[in-house]
């Protein structure tokens, strides 16, 4: 049975929310010869940021594969697939906020990184532990959600106070 998780609603609303908050004024104050330019440079950006933000994971009893969009292709990211078998261990790495990222290390000594900002986090990591008999005690959200909570208020805010302001 394949089952999907796609990113995790809290980031995709961070990241959604940041823009908007930090480009809606942009067609406001721009002069008039470049209001449309800025309008559709906005509008392509907001499509451009919805799509990234659209990467998803599959898994079933064979495999584990992590999908993009055509956009996240273009700009550089590349999906990937690993039958459960190929997977010898699940590596941490720490980063430099004092979190800890994951891969997974394959016999051929290929990396690929465990995805910690999918949705139904508990149950993809109950997947894991099944199909490849590997310890997922340790692996967690690479951020805790308030973070990205946060984020998503604070860009509210933001956003909010831009509307007061313009509409004055």
Known sequence: ??????????????LVSLYLALTIPIPFISIDNLKIIS?????????LIINITSDYVET??????????????ILGKKNWEISWKDIKLIKSLPTSQGSKVFYFNTYKGEDYLVPQRVENFEK????VSK?????IDEISYI??????????????????????????
């Open 124 to 127: 993809f990591l109950l997947n």
């Open 39 to 47: 309008i559709i440079s906005f509008v392509l950006g907001l499509y």
């Open 60 to 73: 079933c009893n064979n495999k584990i594969s992590y999908k993009i969009s055509f956009i996240s292709k």
């Open 131 to 135: 199909n490849t008999g590997i310890a």
């Open 143 to 168: 951020s805790p959600l308030w973070t990205y909570k946060l984020l998503t208020l604070l860009s509210v805010i933001m956003i909010i106070g831009e509307l007061f302001a313009f509409l004055d």
């Open 1 to 14: 049975m394949i089952e999907k998780f796609k990113t995790l609603f809290f980031v995709k609303s961070s």
